[in-house]
């Protein structure tokens, strides 16, 4: 991907944006989440840039690492402030408003904490953990086409899983689910894994039963 010199300022003067609002409050801000595939693209390719121009025009290769320099210290800076306010998440009640902020990569980290979290308190009590050795479990036919036409439910639901399973494959990613685990995801994978039994809701309302407050 090429990049013109007016798009690695714009997208300089948007990681610096970024930077402020973060700092601006305690809680995980909601972010344009394509600048954590954007920014690493650009920093590749001024590498290149870089590279191709240290035989040729070392004034512009100082230009540009300096400008490197800039975009990887300020992507650093974003990522440090937003996953130190991540971590700080109740990690036994992932119920925080402020898991609707996090892009998808960083619900995933949550699910990873969880996790690991969960893991360390059952060594604690002597709980062993049973890994599941099944097969992975895959969606049939039926389930497939009632995912398809709910693909409009893309907002993210809390569930408890109900056993330790087996992955659970689905097109976006490979899901591992163990018992206990409470986990936000897409509300049609949701309603699919309830109805096999495989999790119940936590404070769940179905979409489109959702009550209404009147005023």
Known sequence: MNFSPQDVENLFLDLQSAIRAEKSTKKVRKIDPSLFVTVPELIRFLQDEAEKSAATDIDRYIQIKERLRQIERAFKSLFQIRYSKIVRIPVFDNKSDEIGNLSEEEREFIDVIYSQVKEQFNQLLGIKT????????????????????????????????????????????????????????????????????????????????QKRNNA
């Open 130 to 209: 049973v890994e599941a050795k099944e097969k992975a479990i895959v969606l049939n036919s039926d389930e497939k086409k009632d995912s398809t036409m709910r693909s409009n439910q893309d907002d993210y639901v809390m569930v408890r899983i109900v056993g330790d399973q087996p992955r659970i494959a689905q097109a976006d990613r490979n899901y591992h689910f163990r018992d206990g685990d409470v986990v936000f995801i897409r509300g049609a994978l949701a309603e699919l894994l309830m109805k096999r039994k495989i999790a119940v809701p936590v404070n769940f309302n179905l979409p489109g039963q």
